[in-house]
């Protein structure tokens, strides 16, 4: 069970495991949630304009956090972690997709809209 290593520190995830990246991913994703936090209380993007940046910061969140967090790339040992996270996203995306579309399905067929004729008691 020694998987061809004898001191389990020279495996190759554990040498990508550095302070230093650890901290670097969390000082970039904490920017980034500063900086949307203060546009979102500054209000000083309008609100189409606000989501798009959201969105972005969360992207770029996210991407720092699998790169430098989970130490996910396209290297030759961790090609298995690479696959299942290829595999995950879009599996994730359908799950938010569907989500998202049930909860407003939902609203829409059990709120009572202002002004719908039969709906006034």
Do not use: K
């Amino acid at each position: 069970m020694s998987h061809g290593h004898d001191d389990p520190t020279l495996h190759p995830e554990v040498q990508m495991s550095t302070p230093r990246g650890y901290f670097l991913g969390f000082a970039i994703s904490s920017i980034l949630m500063l900086v949307a936090t203060f546009l979102v209380t500054s209000h000083a993007v309008p609100p189409f304009g606000l989501l798009m940046v959201i969105s972005a910061c969360a992207g770029i969140a996210i991407m720092a956090q699998i790169y430098f967090l989970l130490h996910i790339d396209i290297s030759e040992h961790n090609i298995w972690n690479t696959v299942a996270l290829v595999l995950f996203i879009p599996l994730f995306l359908i799950t938010i997709g569907l989500t998202w579309w049930m909860f407003s399905q939902l609203y829409l067929h059990t709120m009572i809209m202002p002004g719908m004729p039969g709906m006034m008691h």
